[in-house]
């Protein structure tokens, strides 16, 4: 069990493993007295298919090369690395993924280091009892869960705040691989244990979940934040970067709905009353954070499933003609395309999608864009989503000489436009959604998750 200290210092190399860090700045936080390692490994930030899939978003390559440097630093100090969120979406597959690079590392390196693992994913039929006694609530805007759609999953994980992380470490874990996890929640766990306040150490969490984000130049490595009975107090691990008020509190924008408060599984993490004071041109200080404990424990879950099977074709417009009347041409496409899959295909349009999006025009912000003036050229990218991969090939071909010769309606020759590969057709497999926005009321913390206590490495 960890012992209650004064203070505790939390090291957090990068925003994400496989980022890559510089590994002197890991060596600097060592120096610095660094009590823990916490590092994210995943987020739903890069859309539903890793979730769906499995599949992780960052190098096998990447990760032991990161892991690696963080296995040497914490076998070094004798800390303990943790790692949430592992594979990117946390699923088992996930774990076992990165608890697979990990062993092979302390294999090689001849380290000693205990390893525990936490497996975050449910299975809907598990999850039935908890709809049934009406434990599942709705986040805003999810309306009411079914079992038809927890049944659509291909994958649901539920994120875990801090409390499997402690009790794998209080089991003497030096490293800890944990399944979906909030990003503070891996920084939080080992100063709760110690003792640490929890409003100093959930708001110190928040702000170093993303490595050097909070810093004048988020590439050049890590943070170190030292959390004790009043406040945290938060430094760059590279000597050249500075950490100042505003790079500090503004963290508390990034990924939030609300800048003064965020909600973990426990409770809520509140800085309305917060300050932020410069030690000195590198250091931040803050205090009066406080946290407050929710009534009820809630863990939320995620969820993707299969929404059909996509096909790429993406083409370029260099034609002045064109590009001067581009939103009357891409309304003309979409129509065509229509017209000609009906007639060669037979299906109705509620029988397939198609998404034209205009790079170079208004790709990003659609209707919303402000530029004004025809473009210089513009990429059109198609996509087609269909019931299976055939059909949605199959249209994506249909579409390929109109995306190659199509005139707008007042020219009287063919243009030529520029397909970016050959084949066009770029088939992109199963697309996912999220459909799981939704938290369910436990009694316990650590329930929905399994936790594989500490097995010792044969090195």
Not at 44 to 54: A, H, I, N, Q, V
Not at 278 to 301: C, M, N, W, Y
Not at 402 to 422: I, Q
Request: charged fraction near 20%; charge should be negative; aromatic fraction near 6%.
């Amino acid at each position: 069990m960890t012992a209650r200290r004064d203070s505790v210092r939390v090291l957090a190399p990068t925003g994400m493993l496989g980022a890559g860090f510089p590994p002197e700045t890991v060596t600097r936080g060592l120096d610095l007295g660094a009590d823990v390692i916490a590092v994210d490994g995943g987020s739903t930030d890069s859309g539903p298919y890793y979730l769906g899939s499995g599949i992780a978003k960052t190098a096998a390559a990447a990760v032991a090369r990161d892991l690696r440097l963080l296995l040497r630093a914490a076998a070094t100090a004798r800390i303990p690395l943790i790692i949430g969120s592992c594979g990117t979406s946390g699923t088992d597959s996930g774990v076992d993924w990165v608890a697979g690079i990990t062993r092979q590392i302390l294999a090689e390196e001849d380290l000693d280091l205990r390893v525990a693992t936490i497996y975050s994913e449910q299975q809907a039929g598990d999850l039935k009892g908890h709809l049934d006694h009406g434990r599942v609530h709705p986040l805003p805007p999810a309306g009411d869960l079914d079992l038809a759609t927890l049944e659509s999953c291909e994958h649901i994980v539920a994120m875990m705040g801090h409390e499997p992380i402690a009790e794998a470490l209080a089991a003497g874990a030096d490293v800890v691989l944990a399944g979906r996890a909030t990003d503070t929640a891996i920084a939080a766990a080992y100063p709760l244990m110690a003792g640490m306040p929890p409003g100093p150490t959930w708001h110190a969490a928040k702000i170093v979940e993303c490595g050097g984000q909070c810093t004048t130049n988020p590439r050049a490595g890590g943070v170190l934040a030292t959390i004790d009975a009043t406040g945290f107090t938060i430094e760059p691990l590279d000597p050249a970067v500075a950490c100042t008020t505003t790079s500090v509190a503004a963290h508390m924008l990034y990924e939030t709905v609300n800048p003064f408060s965020m909600r973990e599984p426990a409770g809520t993490i509140v800085v309305t009353d917060a300050t932020y004071r410069a030690l000195d041109d590198r250091r931040v200080r803050v205090e009066g954070s406080r946290f407050e404990p929710a009534a009820q424990h809630t863990i939320k879950l995620e969820g993707s499933r299969i929404t059909g099977y996509e096909t790429m074709s993406f083409t370029a417009i260099r034609d002045p003609h064109i590009l001067g009347q581009i939103t009357t041409w891409s309304a003309l496409l979409r129509r065509m395309i229509g017209e000609w899959v009906t007639n060669a295909l037979g299906l109705s349009p509620d029988e397939y999608a198609v998404d034209i999006r205009l790079y170079g025009y208004n790709a990003v912000l659609d209707t919303n864009d402000p530029a004004t003036g025809p473009p210089r050229e513009v990429g059109v990218m198609l996509l087609v989503n269909a019931a299976d991969q055939q059909t949605a090939t199959a249209i994506a071909k249909i579409a390929n000489p109109l995306m190659l010769h199509l005139p707008t309606p007042d020219m009287d020759y063919l243009p030529s436009l520029a397909f970016a590969t050959s084949p066009a057709e770029t088939e992109r497999g199963a697309a996912y959604e999220f459909v799981l926005n939704h938290v369910v009321d436990v009694d316990s913390p650590t329930s929905l998750f399994r936790i594989n206590l500490p097995e010792a490495t044969d090195g």
